[in-house]
T-cell receptor, first 115, second 109 residues
Framework: GAGVSQTPSNKVTEKGKYVELRCDPI?????LYWYRQSLGQGPEFLIY????????DSGLPNDRFFAVRPEGSVSTLKIQRTERGDSAVYLC?????????????FGQGTRLTVV | SQQGEEDPQALSIQEGENATMNCSYK?????LQWYRQNSGRGLVHLIL?????REKHSGRLRVTLDTSKKSSSLLITASRAADTASYFC?????????FGTGTSLTVIP
């Protein structure tokens, strides 16, 4: 596609529920990143994929968070037993190769609200 | 955790004035990038400066990088009301982009 697409744009869920957030990267981009941004803060790294594999998942806050990218394109961020503290904008980005000095393109984000 | 810190946190200027915001970081980097964000949603890439570069220009944007001081600055010249947004620096280290806390810029028409 023309840009990184994230769906849904907004998600409201009840505490304790399971949610899935989807990211469609730019076609041909092998690197994909997930970030989380709380109000008034900068984006916080969650996980980085190179192709199908998670090359770095050190930013995932706990085992309730999981992400997959089974075919090396679309990625899904999964959050189990959601908590109110999970409320944030979840941003996805992709880059051509993930190599040094390459630009990352961001989607518009999914605003998750846990009530 | 975030590596960068932008300064100031908020900046308000008149249209036509120049806006300068600074970014400091903690560790060695491959490059530093500046992004713009409107209304807390998607980030738009503005400019990338490599660790071996000291200054870079793009239109009304001028970025400097001082690796000895681990700092960068973004200058927006002849500001416009449409420049109102949050600006973030992001440092690339290994596989990750680390973002700062951002500068909220308001340009008053």
């Amino acid at each position: 596609g023309a840009g990184v697409s994230q769906t849904p744009s907004n998600k409201v869920t009840e505490k304790g529920k399971y949610v899935e957030l989807r990211c469609d990267p730019i076609s041909g981009h092998t690197a994909l990143y997930w970030y989380r941004q709380s109000l008034g803060q900068g984006p916080e790294f969650l996980i980085y994929f190179q192709g199908t594999g998670a090359a770095d998942d050190s930013g995932l806050p706990n085992d309730r968070f999981f992400a997959v990218r089974p075919e090396g394109s679309v990625s899904t961020l999964k959050i189990q037993r959601t908590e109110r503290g999970d409320s944030a904008v979840y941003l996805c980005a992709s880059s051509l190769s993930g190599a040094m000095n390459t630009e990352a393109f961001f989607g518009q984000g999914t605003r998750l609200t846990v009530v | 955790s975030q590596q960068g810190e932008e300064d100031p946190q908020a900046l308000s200027i008149q249209e036509g004035e120049n806006a300068t915001m600074n970014c400091s970081y903690k560790t060695s980097i491959n490059n530093l990038q500046w992004y713009r964000q409107n209304s807390g949603r998607g980030l738009v890439h503005l400019i990338l400066i490599r660790s071996n570069e000291r200054e870079k220009h793009s239109g009304r944007l001028r970025v400097t990088l001082d690796t000895s001081k681990k700092s960068s600055s973004l200058l927006i010249t002849a500001s416009r009301a449409a420049d109102t947004a949050s600006y973030f620096c992001a440092t690339e280290t290994g596989n990750q982009f680390y973002f700062g806390t951002g500068t909220s810029l308001t340009v008053i028409p």
